[in-house]
């Protein structure tokens, strides 16, 4: 098989990397995302694979992007975080200008899936994956399939409702997932704690600008490292609470494993260890079935290029 453009749409970068079958990144480009989205935004992808189909001759490209994907993996139903793109047949547009095939999936998809067939969960039939960042993402294979849904948005688990009448969410609802189990969440029950006691905030206030508001997810990361007492409990409660969203998505999917990805995955088994011990306790028919293994990303932020590379030679 030949080389495949992997393109993943960031919030703040549009990266690109040729990749060969094996899941190797040969070379990457990167360009700052547009913030007007649109036209502008397709034509930055286009330009990102543009730089590097001068250097390796290849074969399709996939893209990789948050928001809804249709079925037929051609078009951009809802891009709530990008402007301009609802809607958009990104197919057809790109193809015109790059005159290759190109297939676009979600981003969680085709993290999972470039996890599956080259990081942590290399070999496995049966995956879940949640990625933690800003909201929550999920992706997932079964029996060696990516799962897409009847409509091309399977997998949309930080919108689940896990608190009724909770905190409204960005889609409208409340009480979703990511309110609670996600990078914001951890910020929020940091800044929460530093509110209600500052004197033991001293140290996590000192990473940022001394206010409240100024306490970062990697200030807690950093903080948590070093014990420090709210940061760690803030990285509990977010874990008590992925675990227990796992436990509930495990009595559906079944899964082997659970790979967790994003940017709070940097804290390691600060917060690994609290979502283990959260599944545990919240597992239905806990003492009759095995656990789902908990593991980390493996490929990082190249997760999403290499996944949907992969797929665009499918």
Sequence with gaps: ?????????????????????SGKLLKSARKDTPREGGAALTQTIADVAQELMHDFSVESVGVSAAGFVSSDRKTMLATPNISGWNGVDLDFELTTLLGLPVVIENDANAAVWGEVKFGAARGKQNVLMITVGTGIGGGIVAN????????????????MRVVP?????????????????????????????????????????????????????????KAASTGDEIALNAFSTLGDWLGAGIATLSVVL?????????????????????IRKSLEKYMPFANMHPFPEIIPALLGNEAGLVGAADLARM
């Design 1 to 21: 098989m030949g080389l495949s453009i992997g393109v993943d749409v960031g919030g703040t970068k549009v990266l690109g990397g040729v990749v060969d079958d």
């Design 144 to 159: 060696g399939e990516l799962h897409r849904g009847a409509f091309g948005i399977a997998a949309e688990i930080g919108h």
């Design 165 to 221: 009448d909770g905190l409204l969410c960005g889609c409208g609802a409340r009480g979703c997932f990511e309110q609670y189990g996600s990078g914001s969440a951890l910020v929020r029950f940091a800044r929460e704690s530093a509110k209600a006691n500052p004197t033991a905030a001293q140290y996590l206030l000192s990473l940022g600008d001394g206010s409240i508001a100024g306490i970062s997810g990697g200030a807690i990361t």
């Design 254 to 274: 079944d899964p082997e494993c659970v790979v967790i990805g994003g940017g709070v995955i940097d804290a390691g088994d600060i917060l690994l260890s609290p």
